[in-house]
């Protein structure tokens, strides 16, 4: 479901459910997913990589990559307001987190 928000561009989904714009205990993150993780962002149809969810708070990164059905052993790189970060870290309202899979070549 695709909540707008005055303030930010972009569609708004929430990841744990339906949450509605007033409930409390919710927050904003905006996540951004590259290469073959892209395929699990909501409406992968929607060009770019990145979206701005709703996720009920308190949240982490771990939960953010359950409830969208990423394989937790695909992320190889995360990246919290650009920091490094790991699974069992604790977002907050506004975070940007940022998560990179393997990259193989030869």
Known sequence: ???????ITGDWFS???VIS????????IEIK???QLKQYLPDPALAGSSRYLEIAEPATVRDVLEKLGIPLDM????????R???MDDE???NDR???FPSVGGG
């Open 15 to 17: 990841v744990f459910g």
């Open 1 to 7: 479901m695709a909540y707008s928000n005055p303030g």
């Open 97 to 99: 987190l940022t998560i």
């Open 84 to 86: 490094q970060g790991a």
């Open 91 to 93: 977002l907050a309202a």
């Open 33 to 35: 997913l590259f290469t």
């Open 21 to 28: 714009p007033d409930q409390k205990n919710v927050m904003q």
């Open 75 to 82: 992320p190889k790189v995360i990246m919290i307001n650009e």
